[in-house]
């Protein structure tokens, strides 16, 4: 597996474990309503009904259109803000910090979400390499982030970098994870920008 981020990449200026900063609940949103209609837009038109679906450091709301899923599984750091969260039909509580193994079976969702998150992730590379053994051939991971962050818990590499070269940064997580780039969208805005990058699972990966 590729190692994506160095010890310096990784660095966060607030060192203290994520458990503590996200101990009390936040019943926020992370962006504007613009970005928010546009993530569940592109999320219409990823996912179908009947996927199971992976909301990866999730929240109280997960943005997903109106479909009929056969699942949507929560991961997140804070449990009242999971329990909250009524497109759930189950969550799990999970610094993927300290932990990166997610604890659901090979091939168990069509689609893994990621929104507004992915820039506290110190270990990307071994933690889309679990979002891809997760999800079936295939299947569908969004990645997507606007130019908010809370600035003590962001690693290093994406405070430090411009817009486009955090997309680059996504990019280079994907492939670590043994994911392939399939899109990437970047809608410039007087509000918060709009960035996705989604990737594919080959379609003979996992399975027998």
């Given at each position: 597996m590729t190692t994506v981020l160095t010890?310096?990449?990784r660095l966060k200026r607030?060192?203290?474990p994520d458990g503590t900063f996200y101990r009390e609940p936040r019943f926020v949103t992370h962006a504007d309503d613009a970005f928010l209609a546009r993530l569940t837009e592109l999320y219409d038109e990823l996912l179908e009904p009947g996927d199971r679906?992976?909301?990866?450091?999730?929240?109280?709301?997960?943005?997903?259109?109106?479909?009929?899923?056969?699942?949507?599984?929560?991961?997140?750091?804070?449990?009242?803000?999971l329990a909250a969260n009524d497109r759930l039909d189950e969550f799990v509580v999970q610094d993927l910090n300290s932990e990166q193994a997610l604890p659901f079976a090979d091939d168990?969702?069509?689609?893994?979400?990621?929104?507004?998150?992915?820039?506290?992730?110190?270990?990307?590379?071994?933690?889309?390499?679990?979002?891809?053994?997760?999800?079936?051939?295939d299947g569908v991971l969004v990645v997507s982030f606007s130019n908010r962050m809370f600035p003590t818990k962001a690693v290093r590499a994406w405070r430090v970098a411009s817009m486009d070269e955090r997309a680059d940064?996504?990019?280079r997580y994907l492939k670590a994870g043994g994911l392939t780039v399939a899109d990437r969208l970047a809608e410039r805005s007087e509000t918060d920008p709009f960035y996705a990058v989604v990737g594919r699972t080959p379609p003979g990966h996992g399975g027998d």
């Amino acid at each position: 597996m590729t190692t994506v981020l160095t010890d310096r990449d990784r660095l966060k200026r607030d060192d203290w474990p994520d458990g503590t900063f996200y101990r009390e609940p936040r019943f926020v949103t992370h962006a504007d309503d613009a970005f928010l209609a546009r993530l569940t837009e592109l999320y219409d038109e990823l996912l179908e009904p009947g996927d199971r679906v992976l909301d990866a450091m999730s929240s109280w709301v997960s943005h997903l259109p109106a479909t009929d899923f056969d699942r949507v599984v929560g991961h997140g750091l804070n449990e009242a803000e999971l329990a909250a969260n009524d497109r759930l039909d189950e969550f799990v509580v999970q610094d993927l910090n300290s932990e990166q193994a997610l604890p659901f079976a090979d091939d168990a969702f069509d689609a893994v979400c990621c929104a507004l998150s992915v820039q506290y992730l110190q270990y990307p590379g071994p933690v889309f390499a679990e979002f891809a053994r997760v999800l079936a051939p295939d299947g569908v991971l969004v990645v997507s982030f606007s130019n908010r962050m809370f600035p003590t818990k962001a690693v290093r590499a994406w405070r430090v970098a411009s817009m486009d070269e955090r997309a680059d940064l996504v990019e280079r997580y994907l492939k670590a994870g043994g994911l392939t780039v399939a899109d990437r969208l970047a809608e410039r805005s007087e509000t918060d920008p709009f960035y996705a990058v989604v990737g594919r699972t080959p379609p003979g990966h996992g399975g027998d």
